[in-house]
C-alpha cells in the first residue's frame, strides 16, 4: 500500500510547479472559507470590477480614452443602474412579493376546491381523503415558508447597519480595483516564484474563459429578465416585475432554473384567468423566450462553449451551491472550468512501461 502510495505521489506532485499550484489552490479555499463573510465586501467588489473590466477597456481602444477616464464613465454607469436597482427594481419587486403573500391564502382555497373536483372525476385513482392530506401538508409547508420569510426579514432588519455599511463600501472598493486593478495584480504576484508557467497558463485559459463566460451570463439575465417582463406586462399578468425577475434569475442555474420557474409563472395565470385563452397566449410566449433564449441567445453570448458534461455541470451546481449559496451557483461553471483547466494542465510524470525483454536483446 506504501508503494502505491508513493508512486501516486512521484507521479503528480514530482514536479516543484505542481507543488506550487497546489499550494496556491488550497491556500485560495482556506482563504475563502475562513475570511469568506468577513471579506464578503471585497469579493463581491472584486467580482463586479472583474465584470466592468470589459467595458473600460472598450472604452479605452475604441473611444481612445485614458485609464482615469474610462473608469470614471464606467464607475458612473455602474452607480446609476445600481441606485436604479436599490430604488426602483427591488422596491417595487418587494412589494410584489408582499401583495402575492397576502394573496396566496385565497389561491391555497381556490387550488383546494379544484382538487376536490378530482375525486368526482376519477374516484378509482384518488379520494377525499388523500385530497385533504395533501392540502395539510401543502399549507404546512406555506406556513413554513411565511416562518422563513418574517424571520428573514426580522434578520434583515437586525442587520441593517451592516448592510448600509457594504452599501457604501463595495461601490468605493469597486472604483479602486477598476483604477488599480492591474498594480493590485503585480503586487500580489510580486509574492509568488518568477518560475511558475504552469500557474500563469491556466490563470490566462481562465481569465478569458470566465470573463466570457460570467459577462455573458450577466447580459442574458438582464435580456431574459426584461423581455419577460415586457411580455407579461403587454399580456397584463398579475405580479409581472416579480415573476420576470425570478425568470431573470433562472438562467444562472442549468437545466433546472426553466423548469423551476415554470410551476409559479403557470400556477399565477391559472389563478388569474384559469383555462382561457389568455393562459395559453401567456405559456406561449414564455415557452418562446425560453426557446429564443436557449437556441438563439446563449450561441450568440457563448460562442466559445464550455466543453462540460451535463452530469458534470449539475454536480458544480449542487456542490458550489452548497458551499456558497448563490454565488456558488453563478460560478458553478466557471468554477468548474478552473477545475478542468488544472487537471489537463497539472503536470505529471509518466510511468514507464516494462515491456518484455526480446529474446535477441537477451543474444539466447
Given amino acids: ?34 475570511f469568506g463573510s468577513m471579506l464578503a465586501p471585497v469579493f463581491a467588489g472584486l467580482i463586479i470590477a472583474f465584470l466592468m473590466q470589459g467595458l473600460v477597456q472598450q472604452c479605452k481602444q475604441k473611444l481612445s480614452m485614458s485609464h482615469n477616464l474610462a473608469v470614471t464613465l464606467v464607475f458612473i454607469a455602474f452607480i446609476s443602474a445600481f441606485m436604479a436597482l436599490l430604488l426602483v427594481v427591488i422596491p417595487h419587486t418587494w412589494r410584489q412579493l408582499a401583495s402575492l403573500l397576502n394573496e396566496l391564502p385565497g389561491m391555497l382555497q381556490k387550488g383546494q376546491a379544484l382538487l376536490m373536483l378530482l375525486p368526482e372525476k376519477y374516484p378509482d ?7 385533504s392530506v395533501l392540502s395539510e401538508q401543502v399549507g404546512a409547508e406555506i406556513g413554513k415558508m411565511g416562518q422563513a420569510v418574517l424571520s428573514s426579514s426580522v434578520n434583515s432588519i437586525a442587520n441593517v447597519v451592516q448592510i ?3 452599501l457604501v463600501l463595495v461601490p468605493i472598493l469597486v472604483f479602486f480595483f477598476m483604477k488599480d486593478g492591474g498594480l493590485i495584480l503585480r503586487w500580489i504576484t510580486s509574492f509568488l516564484p518568477k518560475k511558475r508557467k504552469i500557474l ?13 463566460y460570467v459577462r455573458g451570463k450577466v447580459v442574458e439575465i438582464i ?7 415586457v411580455a407579461f406586462i403587454l399580456l397584463d399578468l ?21 423548469a423551476v420557474v415554470t410551476i409559479p409563472v403557470a400556477m399565477i395565470a391559472f389563478f388569474q384567468w384559469g383555462w382561457t385563452n389568455e393562459f395559453f397566449y401567456l405559456m406561449l410566449a414564455y415557452g418562446i423566450i425560453q426557446a429564443l433564449d436557449g437556441n438563439v441567445l446563449v450561441p450568440l453570448l457563448f460562442s466559445e462553449a464550455v466543453n462540460l458534461h451535463p452530469v458534470a455541470i449539475i454536480v458544480a451546481v449542487l456542490v ?12 458553478a461553471i466557471p468554477l468548474a472550468t478552473l477545475i478542468k483547466a488544472v487537471m489537463n494542465a497539472w503536470p505529471q510524470q509518466q510511468e514507464q512501461a516494462f515491456a518484455p525483454i526480446s529474446d535477441a536483446e537477451t543474444g539466447e
Fill in 238 to 258: 398579475n405580479y409581472a416585475a416579480l415573476l420576470a425577475l425570478m425568470v431573470g434569475l433562472s438562467v444562472v442555474i442549468p437545466y433546472i432554473g426553466a
Fill in 125 to 131: 385513482l384518488i379520494s377525499v381523503h388523500h385530497i
Fill in 223 to 229: 435580456v431574459v429578465g426584461a423581455v419577460s417582463y
Fill in 320 to 331: 458550489f451551491g452548497g458551499l456558497w449559496g448563490l454565488w456558488g451557483v453563478f460560478f
Fill in 200 to 212: 500563469d497558463q491556466v490563470g490566462s485559459e481562465m481569465d478569458i474563459q470566465i470573463a466570457n
Fill in 1 to 34: 500500500m506504501l508503494k502505491v502510495l508513493n508512486s501516486w505521489v512521484e507521479r503528480y506532485f514530482s514536479d516543484e510547479e505542481a507543488i506550487l499550484l497546489f499550494v496556491f489552490l488550497v491556500g485560495s479555499l482556506l482563504i475563502i472559507l475562513t
Fill in 164 to 166: 448600509l455599511i457594504y
